[in-house]
């Protein structure tokens, strides 16, 4: 990061360089997140997002939501999914329980439902 100087100006005080800041880094998996991450991981996102958006759940942002959570946590989705931002991980997140299926649910609802005498080819 270029650091910018400014000089105070002030008729009183003596001109005084400013450093900027740098960018704190929030620790050592910040360094990972902007690294590319294996397609798979980015083809599920996508899907995902793609699905939402068929299914109208994703459009006009017109909800806010906060909430407090584990850095750790934020960060972990962060390298597990290879979103870098906070919004975009939030609605990652909600799509997927939003689009889930249900399949073991369904499977114990059919549990013993199937006739015993079917040929199943094997």
Do not use: Y
Request: hydrophobic share 40%; aromatic share 4%; glycine share 6%.
């Amino acid at each position: 990061m270029a650091k910018t100087l400014r000089m105070r100006s002030s008729p009183t005080a003596p001109q005084q360089p400013l450093v900027a800041k740098k960018k704190r880094m929030r620790g050592p998996i910040r360094k990972n997140a902007d690294k590319d991450t294996p397609g798979e991981q980015t083809f599920v996102v996508r899907q995902t997002l793609r699905a939402a958006i068929r299914k109208g759940l994703i459009g006009s942002k017109d909800e806010r939501i906060t909430a407090r959570l584990s850095h750790a946590l934020i960060e972990q989705a962060k390298l597990q999914t290879g979103i870098k931002g906070d919004t975009e991980l939030l609605e990652f997140a909600l799509a997927n329980v939003a689009l889930e299926d249900n399949f073991p649910a369904t499977m114990n609802k059919l549990a013993g439902t199937i006739d015993p005498d079917i040929k199943l080819g094997f």
